[in-house]
Structure formats: C-alpha cells, structure tokens
C-alpha cells in the first residue's frame, strides 16, 4: 500500500521563526489533507489540498502531485503554532479511499 | 467548526465491563468515523459507517462493534473492554469518501482507560 512519510519528525524553533514542512507519499493520490493537533489533543483541519496551492493566514500549504510531495509552510510562529501536524492521504489506486496517515512532525515553539 | 460531540470525554472502566462511545453531529454529513490513537501507532481507523445502518471495518475493528440507527448518531461499543482498549478515541465525519469532498473533521476525543 501507499506509504506517507513527514519529516522532520520533531522540530523546536523561537516565536516568530518560519517553518516547512514535508510530506512525501509513495503513490499517486486523490486526497491529501494536513491537520494540527494541538497540546490538548484536538485534530484540526488545516488544507484539503491533493493538488496545487492554498494559504489561510500565516499558513500555507502546496502539493506537487507529479514529485509525489506536500509541503506545510508556518510564517512568524507563534506558541499556539505548537502541536503535532499530520499528513494524512487516499491512494488513486484505492478503490476504499482508505485514509493513510503519516507519523507527524512534532513542533514546538518556544517564546 | 464542524458540529461533532463525542460523550464521554473521560471515562475509567473495569476490565470486562460494556463501554458505549457516542458520535453526534449535526453537519449531516454521510461518511462517519472511529478512530483510536495511540503513542507509537498514530491515528488508526476502527469502524465507518457510509449511512444509516451501513458500516464497515477499519484495520483494528477486532473487540469493536458500531451502530448507525440515525444520520446524526454513530455508536462505539466495546462488548467487554480490554486493557489494551485504553486510548484516546475520535470521531470523524466527511460529506463523502470521494476525491473532491473527503474533507475529514474530528470530535473533541475520548479519553477510554480501563483498568
């Protein structure tokens, strides 16, 4: 099956600092999505995005869907950024539209 | 914010004892969720329900059974709860599974330890 990797997996940065980060996926895909989960454990969602751009605020995120990648931008950080954000995609070839989830890229920023 | 609630949000139990989960939404969507999530294995799907009294299995639906008597509704029961049940669980909907409109929202979670 489809195989998601995010990297870095942990990453710490001062308020105010950017951030990236990456998504890679093993197979074409019709769905990718990126959430944050916050220090209290909610799961939001951030971008429903399997191909091109899109941005909301200090947050964007692009898919390029030919290099098989996704990347999570974060501009002038703030401590409420901390969390841990997952990517989380639907093989083309899954007639199921099983949803694989990455392992998350835990961040922290600090004030 | 999606209208999803799951009750309870904390709940201990004994081992051996029946253990509900509830899903409420009122987003009408048709595509509703359980996932579990625990250190080490992220978020991993249970059940799904594609409609009223439609469901199917995730990959860890073994010691889970899921009810769907009304759109608004979706049921987690744990016939006889396990040690190993103890875990953060979610709820999700989504207006479909198809590629454009897969947007995938969660409940609050609930905290299950069984003891």
Not at chain 2, 18 to 35: A, F, G, I
Not at chain 2, 80 to 86: D, G, K, L, N, V
């Amino acid at each position: 099956g489809i195989q998601v990797e995010q990297s870095p997996p942990d990453l710490i940065l001062q308020e105010g600092a950017n951030s990236t980060l990456r998504c890679n996926f093993s197979d074409s895909v019709n769905n990718l999505q990126w959430f944050h989960q916050n220090p209290w454990g909610q799961l939001i969602n951030l971008f429903y995005i399997p191909s091109g751009t899109k941005q909301n605020g200090r947050l964007s995120a692009t898919t390029v869907a030919t290099e098989r990648y996704s990347l999570l931008y974060i501009s002038s950080s703030q401590t409420t950024d901390s969390g841990v954000y997952f990517c989380a995609v639907t093989s083309l070839m899954d007639s199921n539209y099983q949803l694989i989830w990455g392992a998350g890229t835990k961040l922290i920023i600090k004030p | 914010d999606a209208g999803i609630t799951q009750s309870p949000r904390h709940k201990v139990t004994e081992t051996g004892t029946p253990v509900t989960l509830r899903c409420h939404q009122t987003e009408n969507h048709r595509y509703m969720y359980w996932y579990r999530q625990d250190p080490g294995h992220g978020l991993r799907l249970i059940h799904y329900s594609y409609g009223v009294k439609d469901t199917d299995k995730g990959e860890v639906s073994d010691g889970y059974s899921v009810s769907r008597s009304k759109t608004e509704d979706f049921l987690l029961t744990l016939e006889s709860a396990t040690s190993s049940q103890t875990s953060v669980y979610f709820c999700a909907i989504s207006e479909s599974r198809a590629a454009n409109t897969g947007e995938l929202f969660f409940g609050e979670g609930s905290r299950l330890t069984v003891l």
